[in-house]
């Protein structure tokens, strides 16, 4: 059929979803078509829209022609295979699974892979991070998928065609079902390539419609009915990934952590907070105990009730950080005069001075206090604070993850190795399959413009890059108009480049339109995000001209403050303001939310 | 086969019928490229893929650590990016004061080490991008460069070492030099990228009056051997010169052409090549010749299929006849008869020697060309304080090995105490074999490599060397060399006994090389790993001792025995034994 080509003009859509409807409606058989239309009026009754799931990329007819390649062999097959496809007038499409979203393979419905083996009978270099997708924890179920695997192989080696085996077996014990069987070619493998794609795409043919019983199931997905979740009812979110960023040699811990938060209902926008109920280190709370000359099993009346002092300790209080109150109470039972020296009117500096770097269990050990129960000690705590994260996915590009980017604390203070509480029991203690308690924060002063064509200047060294990574694929996954531009920074290239290669991908794909970075231990002179504002201070200021929004996240202490005074220069220089005139113009941006800062 | 006057896959063809990296070379406008932009770029320590083609005749090679690639995948980050830099060392000859440059780059812009290369110069490892820059113009203060170092051009040109003839190297090696210079790329890129000096104006078509704008179709290789030493294996050189002696002067050289190692696995039109001597030519028209055979091969070559763009192609697929032909036309002269000479063999020979001219010279083994510091031997120190204080040269072997050269009499004890001082070992400490083994960089750094080569001989050879005890010939030189996939930079076709990787641990080995380089080897085990190996090799060994015949090299021995038939020429190399 051939209907008056649609343009965004001619109807509501806008341009890529007019594209993409005339793509599949060129597609329909005339029988199809009119199903589609039964199948919208349907919908349309039943005042449902249909679930993205189903609209997504393209989702039905076409054959989809994955090859693994590390030398072009499966690369040209899979190739030809696509080119034989297109020729019987099948919708096909062939991609290396280096650049392939994994995420679109829920939505496949007809698959092909073409994959050779290499190494002692690895994947590819380029298909190894679809393989480890494909066989890890994340895995989706692939019912309603098909599929057909061809191996390209050297029977020389001990490992024949091994990825290609695991690929076909794996997809089947995913749900997927086997519509042709697989072929293991030797380094002759031309003609059985040949023949085995023909054989392949007659079967791909008999399903290359999408079948209605199918279609239908995907309107089932509605609205969640979630549970809320806060601080008292935390949700217990299963760690799917807990890596190092930082590559070999580098001198700084950041993890990158992926949770599931499958079934909690949670949900949350880019720039939301993650909150983190953490523990103490056992080592710690025993050190502590000991030093107290307690057993640890006395019971205590505490925030949940009638527990253990371990159990209080280790779940309960701050048992690390000193605080004011504690040193008080504690000056008091001790009676020890340099404690008491500090608590006096207006010696609140020097008390802070003393606190700086030094642990509950160094004043405990300093100033003994004989006789105290249980109950007096856990009575001078605070209550362990949860810890927050900025969230650094997004959402709508992973409904069911959250993602972290969290920096290790340790540090070295008074003759002791110190280990921040949150930080590095995600760090030393939690792994893949465990779960840690967790509940959103809305961040509602760190957002992104609601027209979604306004252009965004975001600063973030470090981990302060966290919301970043929500901001882009965001912007991504909403198809944004709007120009990005990041700043980002931390020690050297090589180690500490977090997220390197996705943002590479976004610069390639557009979807980042500038990235300026600095790294301080690199060269010489050390550079920061603030010098390269200023390197590009004309085209900053342009951007701020043309209404960008600037996002400032990371260390509070230095670097939020640099990068302030940076962009009042910029302002005063660009705009050839005075001083004042210019720290007004950044006020200004900061009243009307164009101007965010989210900084610890 | 290419009937004579068929120029379907050569030069003049439109770019699109050809590789695509004819278009690149062509596109570069003169090898430039965007490099420069390239170097400029922050958030990639990477080049683009077209201008990797074209550093390569800065002497320039992007690589990656692939044992970090996919660790760092995992971690978000882009392969560990580095790049080796070869230096142009023609004849392998510098001096202390270069020395000392090259160790210093080697340990503030490099992985701090040196590695000598089959091809008789230096290469540095794990150059970061933003080091480059620096790195070349360090070597270019030294008076040293890189151009032409790799890439489809006429690579290092090699020269025999052998320091007992110092009369004959001296005539032979400014001979080398100038056929080095002679063949050079005559672009400014070289100079604009990586010396910051402003493009002369514009004269595009002169630029390369010899290359053109998309140079050879391949890399280009020629060495001059001095018998009776062939250490530069001059049967693999694309164009070899064989000196010859007469009355102790220097009469001039036989010419031999169409020699190469690289082949493919899986691909029997491709194979090694030993060359062909095609006559004999008097010093004083070695430029000129050599430039006519590099012209005959720009404009024959096949430029189609890389795997087959080398001469020993064109010469096979056209005939030997041909090429005389049209060489001798080209030159407007006729080679004269080739003369006779005599090689022993194509190993080096250690420890120290008087020249004739009275200067010593003293031959230090390096395992695989390695020079960095150990516990047990602080090389690249002992060397460096060497050159401190040395008045000669140095001289890098077409074995991977260093020459001491032109020593005073009263400064031998001298250079003596500083080799025991830092324990650089006495070559006589370790086996023949070892001595005489070679192995190619391959892993970490190779982006070809399929196995290790440089980090496992010496293992491998532990174990070979316990045979040979066993067996009663521990000071036999038997000649091993292993690369770590089938392009053969370590010559391993030539070898007695070769190994080429084809995975982790599982290697192709071959038997029946001439001990002095004179005959290929043929495959003998496919794919198989160190027990096989050792399995194969114990009985042979074994039974070689027992069965030789007065000074039979191993090589031969293999033959005899029946256990591969003889390589007569690269075209048989991959029949059936
Ligand atoms: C360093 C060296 C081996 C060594 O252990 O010393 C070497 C190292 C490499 N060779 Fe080689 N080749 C080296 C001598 C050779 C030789 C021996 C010789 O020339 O006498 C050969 C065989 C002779 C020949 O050319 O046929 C050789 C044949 C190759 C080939 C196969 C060429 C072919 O015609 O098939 C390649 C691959 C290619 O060019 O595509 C190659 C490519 C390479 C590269 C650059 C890998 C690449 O292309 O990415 C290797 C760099 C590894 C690294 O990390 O350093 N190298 N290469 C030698 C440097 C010589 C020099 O100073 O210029
Ligand atoms: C809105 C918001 C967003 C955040 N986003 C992120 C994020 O995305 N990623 C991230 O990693 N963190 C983020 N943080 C910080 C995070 O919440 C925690 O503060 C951090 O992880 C430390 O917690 P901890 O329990 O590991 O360390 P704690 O046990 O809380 O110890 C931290 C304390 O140790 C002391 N200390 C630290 N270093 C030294 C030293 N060298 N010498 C002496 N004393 C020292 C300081 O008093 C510091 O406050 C964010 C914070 C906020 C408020
Ligand atoms: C280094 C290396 C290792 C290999 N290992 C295996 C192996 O373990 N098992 C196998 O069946 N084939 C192996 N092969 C053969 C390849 O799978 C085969 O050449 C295939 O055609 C390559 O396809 P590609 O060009 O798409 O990469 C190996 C090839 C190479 C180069
Ligand atoms: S032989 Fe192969 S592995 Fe060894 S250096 Fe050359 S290209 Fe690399």
Redesign the pocket.
């Known amino acids: 059929m051939n209907p008056t080509p649609l343009t965004d003009q001619a109807s509501p859509l806008d341009r890529q979803q007019a594209e993409r409807l005339s793509r599949l409606v060129e597609a329909l058989s005339p029988g199809q078509a009119s199903w589609v239309s039964g199948y919208l009026a349907g919908l349309a009754a039943a005042g449902q829209p249909a679930a993205p799931a189903a609209a997504g990329p393209d989702a039905g007819a076409r054959i989809t022609i994955l090859y693994g390649s590390e030398t072009g062999n499966a690369e040209a097959i899979a190739e030809r295979a696509r080119v034989r496809a297109v020729e019987r007038g099948l919708q096909a499409r062939a991609v290396d699974m280096a650049d392939y979203k994994p995420r679109e393979l829920r939505q496949e419905r007809l698959v092909m892979i073409v994959t050779a083996t290499h190494g002692e009978g690895e994947p590819p270099d380029p298909a190894e991070g679809f393989h480890e997708f494909v066989h890890g924890r994340k895995a989706p179920k692939l019912e309603g998928t098909r599929f057909a695997v061809l191996a390209l192989g050297d029977s020389s080696y001990e490992h024949f065609c091994r990825t290609g085996r695991e690929f076909d077996q794996r997809l089947a014990a995913l749900g997927a079902e086997r519509i042709h069987e697989r072929v293991d070619c030797d380094v002759d493998f031309e003609e059985g390539a040949e023949r085995w794609i023909e054989r392949a795409l007659d079967a791909f043919a008999r399903h290359a419609e999408p079948a209605p019983s199918n279609v239908v199931a995907f309107t089932g997905s509605g609205e969640r009915q979630g549970t809320v979740h806060d601080r008292k009812n935390p949700f217990h979110a299963e760690v799917l990934e807990n890596l190092v960023l930082n590559g070999r040699g580098s001198d700084k811990e950041t993890r990158h952590i992926e949770l599931s938060l499958e079934g909690s209902g949670l949900t949350f926008e880019p720039g939301d907070v993650l909150c983190m109920v953490a523990q103490n280190r056992p080592e710690t709370v025993a050190e502590l105990i000991g030093t107290l000359g307690l057993s640890g099993e006395e019971t205590v009346a505490g925030p949940r009730g009638e527990v253990t002092l371990a159990e209080a300790l280790t779940h309960d209080y701050e048992i690390t950080t000193l605080t004011p109150p504690f040193l008080e109470a504690w000056a008091q039972a001790s009676g020890a005069e340099a404690l008491q020296a500090l608590t006096g009117e207006g010696r609140r500096r020097e008390m802070l001075e003393f606190a700086h770097g030094r642990h509950v269990v160094d004043v405990v050990g300093q100033f003994p206090v004989t006789g105290l129960t249980a109950q007096q000690f856990v009575d001078m705590l605070r209550r362990l604070q949860p810890r927050e994260y900025s969230i650094a996915s997004s959402h709508n590009a992973n409904p069911d993850e959250v993602h972290l980017t969290v920096a290790a604390v340790r540090y070295h203070s008074h003759g002791r190795d110190r280990h921040g509480v949150a930080s590095t029991w995600l760090a030393d203690s939690v792994s893949e399959g465990d779960t840690v308690p967790v509940y959103v924060q809305r961040n509602k002063h760190f957002r992104l413009p609601s027209d979604p064509s306004t252009p965004v200047i975001m600063i973030g060294p470090g981990t302060g890059v966290a919301p970043f990574r929500a901001f882009v694929e965001e912007r991504e996954c909403r198809g944004a108009g709007g120009r990005n531009w990041l700043f980002f920074g931390d020690r050297r290239f090589r180690t500490d480049f977090l997220y390197q290669t996705e943002w590479q991908r976004w610069l390639r794909d557009g979807v980042l339109d500038r990235l300026d970075v600095a790294f301080s231990r690199d060269g010489r002179d050390k550079v920061y995000v603030q010098d390269r504002m200023r390197e590009n201070a004309a085209e900053l200021y342009a951007w701020l001209q043309d209404g960008a929004h600037v996002y400032v996240c990371g260390d509070a202490e230095r670097m939020a403050p640099d990068v302030h005074r940076a962009l009042i220069e910029i302002v005063a220089g660009e705009g050839g303001l005075g001083e004042e005139q210019a720290t007004d113009y950044v006020k200004g941006l900061q009243r009307d939310r164009r101007y965010q800062r989210d900084v610890y | 086969m290419a009937s004579e006057d068929d120029r379907s896959r050569a030069l003049g063809r439109p770019l699109d019928e050809l590789h695509p990296n004819e278009r690149i070379k062509a596109g570069s406008d003169y090898l430039r490229g965007t490099i420069a932009e390239g170097l400029a770029d922050r958030i990639s320590g990477s080049i683009s893929e077209s201008d990797n083609q074209l550093t ?1 005749f800065h002497g320039i ?1 992007q ?1 990656d650590d692939r044992e970090l690639r996919s660790e760092r995948r995992r971690q978000k980050l882009e392969p560990a990016y580095q790049f ?1 830099v ?1 230096v142009r ?1 023609p004849g392998g000859v510098c001096t202390p004061e270069q020395w000392l440059t090259l160790d210093e780059l080697a340990r503030t812009r490099a992985n701090g080490s040196l ?9 540095f ?1 794990g150059v970061l991008k933003h080091d480059l820059k620096g790195t070349i113009r360090g070597l270019h203060e030294a008076l040293l460069d890189t151009l032409a ?2 890439g489809d051009d006429n ?2 040109v ?1 020269c025999s070492v052998n320091p007992h003839l110092s009369s004959l190297h001296a005539a032979v090696h400014p001979l080398a030099k100038r056929v080095s210079d002679h063949l050079l790329p005559r672009t400014g890129a070289y100079h604009e990228i990586w010396l910051d000096r402003e493009r002369a104006i514009d004269t595009r078509e002169e630029e390369e009056p010899l290359y053109g704008r998309t140079y050879l179709p ?2 280009f ?1 020629i ?1 001059f051997a001095l018998p009776p030493a062939n250490d ?2 001059v049967y ?3 164009l070899g010169f064989i000196g010859i002696e007469e009355h102790g002067a220097l009469a001039g050289f036989d010419v031999c052409v169409g ?6 696995d899986n691909e029997p039109a ?1 194979y ?1 090549r030993l060359a062909d001597v095609i006559g004999f030519c008097r010093p004083d028209r070695v430029v000129q010749l050599a430039e006519t055979v590099v012209t005959i091969q720009r404009d024959y070559g096949d430029r189609v299929d ?2 087959r ?2 001469m ?1 192609y064109t010469i096979d697929d056209r005939g030997l006849d041909w090429f005389r032909a049209e060489l001798e036309r080209r030159l407007g002269w006729s080679l004269e008869p080739a003369r006779d000479y005599a090689f022993e063999h194509n190993g080096d020979r250690y420890g120290w020697v008087e020249g004739e001219d009275g200067r010593w010279h003293c031959t230090l083994f390096i395992e ?2 390695r020079v960095r510091d150990r516990e047990d031997c602080q090389l690249m120190t002992g060397l460096r304080e060497i050159a401190r204080v040395h008045e000669g040269e140095f001289r890098v072997t ?1 074995n ?1 090995n260093l020459i001491i050269a032109g020593v005073k009499r009263g400064q031998r004890r001298r250079i003596e105490k500083l080799m025991a001082g830092y324990g650089l070992e006495d070559p006589a400490h370790h086996s023949a074999v070892r001595r005489s083994a ?5 892993l970490p ?5 399929m196995a290790e ?2 980090r496992y001989l010496p293992d491998l050879l532990t174990r070979i060397e316990g045979i040979m005890e066993q067996a009663g010939i521990p000071e036999q030189p038997i000649v091993i060399r292993m ?1 770590g ?7 391993p076709y030539l070898a007695e006994i070769g190994f080429s990787g084809r995975a982790p641990g599982k290697y192709n080995m071959y038997l029946g090389g001439g001990f002095h380089g004179q005959r290929l080897n043929r495959p003998y085990l496919d794919n198989v790993g160190e027990e096989t190996i050792l399995e194969t090799l114990g009985p042979m060994i074994h039974r070689y001792a027992r069965e030789r015949r007065e000074g039979e090299p191993f090589g031969d021995f293999v033959i005899r025995a029946g256990y591969v038939a003889e390589v007569k020429a690269g075209r048989e190399f991959n029949d059936p034994a």
């Open positions: 390569k090679y690589q080796m070869r060392l590695r000598l290369t089959t091809r008789q110069t230096f290469q490892h170092a790799c690579r290092g090699m391949r890399k290789k060495g530069i294996d693999s050189q694309d020699g190469g190692m690289g082949r493919t491709t090694p890389r795997k763009a080398r020993k695989n060309g077409g991977q070679m192995a190619c960089v391959a750094t190779c982006g070809l490599a080569s440089e690369t996939c089938p392009n053969g930079c370590a010559r």
